[in-house]
T-cell receptor
């Protein structure tokens, strides 16, 4: 099936780490993605991970993949107010043709 | 390198009318996908084009159609607009060197309001 689930809301204090979680159903997905959307804007590709990897780090971002549990997480270190946005997890549908299946998005609120 | 360009950014149409949205992908990218974003349904795949051919289509009525030109620019058309078609329409551009792409880059979207 095609389903990606995320918690809807996360609130963190500035300077703390944020962890956004996601579960997906298509065990054949080759790539998994994290996108960021700010108000009134499109989707910004933050990072992606290939399904044969466990972890990927890119500056303040760390992606962890547990393929057995079909669980993906995005950790943002030293969270800043500019990180406040909606974060979408997405899987590349294994049937190909560049079809991304998105979660509902997690709204991250960063407060002082 | 210019990003994905979608025009227009905002559009207001009346029920029953039709609308055409445009997407220019990143230079060199041959795959263009379209998505609809609404508060109720979230982000849903509409269709994908590669080398002027529609390769996949989401679960949308036939009122939603698209095409891709030889320069990879794509248009999507919605006929007989309904209030429920009000949404942010996003276009994604991918290099697609093989069967599956690694990255999809999105434009800023076209905000369509149907009144």
């Amino acid at each position: 099936g095609e389903d990606v689930e995320q918690s809807l809301f996360l609130s963190v204090r500035e300077g703390d780490s944020s962890v956004i979680n996601c579960t997906y159903t298509d065990s054949s997905s080759t790539y998994l993605y994290w996108y960021k959307q700010e108000p009134g804007a499109g989707l910004q590709l933050l990072t992606y991970i290939f399904s044969n990897m466990d972890m990927k780090q890119d500056q303040r971002l760390t992606v962890l993949l547990n393929k057995k549990d079909k669980h993906l997480s995005l950790r943002i270190a030293d969270t800043q107010t500019g990180d406040s946005a909606i974060y979408f997890c997405a899987e590349m549908f294994s049937g190909g043709y560049n079809k991304l299946i998105f979660g509902a998005g997690t709204r991250l609120a960063v407060h002082p | 390198k210019a990003g994905v360009t979608q025009t227009p950014r905002y559009l207001i149409k009346t029920r029953g009318q039709q609308v055409t949205l445009s997407c220019s992908p990143i230079s060199g990218h041959r795959s263009v996908s379209w998505y609809q974003q609404t508060p109720g349904q979230g982000l849903q795949f509409l269709f994908e084009y590669f080398s002027e051919t529609q390769r996949n289509k989401g679960n949308f009525p036939g009122r939603f159609s698209g095409r891709q030109f030889s320069n990879s620019r794509s248009e999507m058309n919605v006929s007989t607009l309904e209030l429920g078609d009000s949404a942010l329409y996003l276009c994604a551009s991918s290099p697609r060197t093989g069967a599956v792409t690694t990255e999809a880059f999105f434009g800023q979207g076209t905000r369509l309001t149907v009144v």
